[in-house]
Nanobody, 127 residues
Framework: QVQLVESGGGLVQAGGSLRLSCAAS????????MGWFRQAPGKEREFVAT????????YYADSVKGRFTTSRDAAKNTVYLQMNSLTPEDTAVYFC????????????????????WGQGTQVTVSS
């Protein structure tokens, strides 16, 4: 019931940066958190980062800590993912998703707890 549109993906060389955005529309007043997941060919979807809407507190997968930063702009109903020091292992389709009900912080990494998903944006990092 929340529509999500990702943008900002593309091709970048290793060591470079990209900034993804995800704009939400619809029942945005119900958003509890907005997060990012990614899926590489032959691999399962994995948690990347998420931000709690009420206070902009962010949570990250160990694989991206120190390199990626996510934040929200409540006025714009938008979440951003700043990706730095990219490596070929970051190559994947990146999806944003929203949680529309309160959950515990340790559940924010669980994809099944997210209610609505965007279509994804491709990020390719060349060596």
């Amino acid at each position: 019931q929340v529509q999500l549109v990702e943008s900002g993906g593309g091709l970048v060389q290793a060591g470079g940066s990209l900034r993804l955005s995800c704009a939400a529309s619809g029942r945005t007043f119900s958003v509890y958190a907005m997060g990012w997941f990614r899926q590489a060919p032959g691999k399962e979807r994995e948690f990347v980062a998420t931000v709690r809407w009420s206070d902009n507190i962010a949570y990250y997968a160990d694989s991206v800590k120190g390199r990626f930063t996510t934040s929200r702009d409540a006025a714009k109903n938008t979440v951003y993912l700043q990706m730095n020091s990219l490596t070929p292992e970051d190559t994947a389709v990146y999806f944003c998703a929203v949680v529309r009900h309160s959950i515990w912080s340790n559940e924010l990494q669980i994809s099944a707890r997210y209610d609505d998903w965007g279509q994804g944006t491709q990020v390719t990092v060349s060596s």
